[in-house]
Each structure stands twice: as structure tokens, then as C-alpha cells.
């Protein structure tokens, strides 16, 4: 049932065949499933099937850990040094840097991506994560601790073992390389599911792991449908970590997994609601288009989509003016994704389409005013015109819920304090933005605002080496940074006597 699929591209942008393996990548192998079964692949942009790639289930999930726990207890672990761990994922990142475009044709395929952004931003974000970790792996570091001079106490830091990774379908080798590089540093060993929506380069990455020179166990890539490969993972006595980034729904159902379970240590990074706040004494030109890039980024499927824009009154009618110009050169550069000059593509799926569909139609339902979009974009594929609404009120669906699609409300406000009031009045907490020259006011609303992270005159703009992650219900823990090093790593206490007798 397994084997190798050939993509051949023949656009202006990439023109090349492009092979992956379709199984199930367990012990430096590829195998396939235990039961058969299998998933299908489509070309969000068309519609089209693209493959079909094999699906894991419990069993499969169960001896990829046991693959992983052998690796992490004889070749890997605490047995091979963090210079040999940053060697190895320089190594990593030196092939997946052979194989750029490929990989980023891949991505736009699989996500309808932009190829260029897939290029400038999701693999070249991939690559500087993995050579960032590679440099921490020997640079894990405890700590001496004074007691008295009759005991010599120091800590420090171990691996956890086997550590599940569920990654999402917005931005999968991102997502992978948030997860894998700061896992493997710390001398992890994994069992990795890629959404079934977007498993493509999640297989091509696969196919670099031995080529790199890990050893057989050490990372395991399943592909899997949630409910069934996700939920092993989740429940799996011998995982003792497990990192996820998707719906908060999906979140609890992790929790409530590993609290059943062996109480896995459990970091999420789930929904998120952000709002854009633009005060009066904004730079205009520059707020309307980073507002632009916050909410139709990724064709707004991004968890720190600045979806709720509050505009000072001052200065609203100006700013919508200026943020409708934009959103309608969005729309005109709306298509392909290996089409140069395209700005904007699909949604991921079918699914996704509707559902944001679905938020639309709320919206007007409600009695919101749509300025500009609400309506699919072409024929085929799953496009969706970038969308404004204004005339909104705060118990609006489209206000209270995350939508993840091209969609956002512009709404007026009058007072600081008034808009940090109803900029919190959300259960989510993963970002926020703040347009102000005001620096003294920008830092004091930056503070103010329940959010994880804060972007002040910029949207969006997340760095490798800053920490990332939510408030409320936005999420547990942090990823990227020295700080993902602390969510790998568990801290241990060593007491040795020197001089005390009984």
C-alpha cells in the first residue's frame, strides 16, 4: 500500500518532479500501517486530489514509541553529547536546505500557499529554527546552589524521553521545526503526527533523517487522522511530553488525555481572537497595512490573526479607507499560488471554506455590514475574497469566535481605557497589536492587553528567538527561545554530602 509518490511541477515559479514516500516513517523505516488505511490528499487551489498517503492507528503509534524509547535509552538521550546533537541538527538543516525549493513547492501544493511566501518565509523560518537549536544543544546548562559547606547541591537539566508532537495544517514545517529542533537539542526522541491535511512535506522532511545520520528510533514521523493516531499519542502510557498547536477544543481533549493517563507534561498553543488597536496618533499609512498583514496573513489562518481592529473615532473613517484600498488589491491578486504576483490564496480544505463561509453568513445574519468581500473568489478551489465587517456588536459570533479565514471587523472606539476593556472581553490571550507613536501609551495598552504576546506598531512580526505563546485559553507553555529549552527539559536535583557525619 505504501511507496513513493512524484509530484512533476511545471509553473512559472518551480518546474521539477518532486518524490516522497507515502508510508509511515517508524525506526528509520518506512513501513506501512499495521491495519490499512489511508488518507486523501488535496490540492486546496483546485480542489483535486493530489495522493493518497498511509494512515497510522493505534498500533502503528504504539511501536513508533517503543522505536523512540529504545532509541532514547541506548544510542540517543543522555548517551550522545549536545555536540554530537547540534552536529547532527546542523546536518538536518544543511539538507533541508539542499532541498529548498522543493520543499517550499511542496508547502504551496499541499497548503495553497503563496510560492514565494511559502519560499521567504515558511522554509526559510523552518531553516533558521533548526540551525538556532542546533547551536543550544551544548549549551544546556544547570546550576551550583550554596547550602553549607558540609554539601555540594547542583542541578540539571534532563531530556524527558519520548515526547509526542501533533502539529497543525497553517504552517506545517514551521510548526515541525518549532517542535523537532528544540526536542531533539535536549536529547528527545519523538513521535511526530502532521495534520492529515497537510502531510506532504512532513514525509519529505522524513526522508532527511537518516540521510543526516540520526539513529533508528530517534524521530518518527506518522501521518494520521486526529481522532485515531492524534488520540494514541495523547493516551500513550510510555510519551511522557506531549506538544500541541490547534483548536483549543483539541487542546483539552490532550489534557484530559494526559490527565487520565500518566500525566503527561502537556504544552499547548491553541486559538486566538487578537485584537489591532490603532490609536489617533498612529501612523496611518503603516497601521492600515500591517493591519492588512495581521488579519490576511496566511489567508488568515493564523492564530495570532489580528481579526477585531479597533480604530479610534478620530481617525476611523480615514483608516477605513485607507484599509478597504488594500483589502481590495488583495482580492485583485487573489489566484494560483505559483502564479507570479499572487498575494492571496485558498483556504486548506473544503471544510475550511465552509466553515469560514459559514462565520460570513453569521456575520450579515447578525446584522453586521459587509464592506468589502464576503463571497468566494473563481470557480475552483477553496477561495474566499478578504472580508471587513463593521456595524458589529461585541456578542456577535463573528467577534466572540475564532474564525481563521480572511475575515475581520473594524470597529470604533473612543478611550484607552474604554478599548483595553473590550479588547480583553475575550476568553482567548495568544496576541495583540498596538499602533500608537505615543511610545509611553503603546507600552502602558501593551502591558494591559491578556495576551502572550504584544506587537507594537507591527503585527504578526514573531522572532526565533523570542518566546511564543498564549494567555487564557490560548494555550500552556512556551515555544522558540531559550524558553522552549525549559519545555523540553525536566530540572534535577543532586545533593552530595562532603562532610557531614551522623
Known sequence: MSGTYTHSFDTPAFKGDVTINTGLFINGQWVDPVEESTIDVFNPATGKLITKVSAAGPKDVDLAVQAAQKA???TWGLHTPGTVRGKLLNKLADLLEKNFDEFAALEALDTGKVFDKAKAIDITGALAVFRYYAGWA????????ETTENK?????REPFGVCGQIIPWNFPMVMLS?????????????VLKPSELTPLTALKFASLINEAG???????ILNGYGPVAGQ?????????????????????????????TNLKVVTLELGGKSPTIIFDDADLEQAAKWAAAGIYFNMG????????IFVQEG???????????????LTQKTGDPFTSGTEHGPQVSQLQFDRVMGYIESGRSEGAKVLVGGERHGEEGYFIKPTIFTDCKPEMKIIREEIFGPVCAVMKFKTEEEVIEVANDTTYGLGCNVFSLNINRAIRVAHALEAGSAWVNCAQATELQVPFGGYKQSGIGRELGEYAIDTYTQVKAVHINIGLNL
Request: glycine letters at 10%; charged letters at 20%; hydrophobic letters at 40%.
Open 178 to 190: 518549532w517542535k523537532v529542533g528544540p526536542a531533539l537539542a535536549t536529547g528527545n526522541t519523538i
Open 138 to 145: 551544548d549549551k544546556i546548562q544547570g546550576k551550583t546552589i
Open 72 to 74: 532514547y535509552k541506548t
Open 152 to 156: 555540594l547541591a547542583y542541578t540539571r
Open 301 to 308: 489562518q493564523a492564530c495570532t490573526a489580528g481579526s477585531r
Open 232 to 260: 494514541a499519542i495523547a493516551e500513550h502510557p510510555k510519551i511522557t511530553k506531549i506538544a500541541f498547536t490547534g483548536s483549543t477544543l483539541t487542546g483539552r481533549k490532550i489534557m484530559k488525555a494526559a490527565a487520565e
Open 214 to 220: 540520526f539513529p533508528p528510533g530517534v524521530v518518527n
Open 315 to 329: 481617525i476611523y473613517d480615514k483608516f477605513l479607507e485607507k484599509f478597504t484600498g488594500i483589502t481590495q488589491y
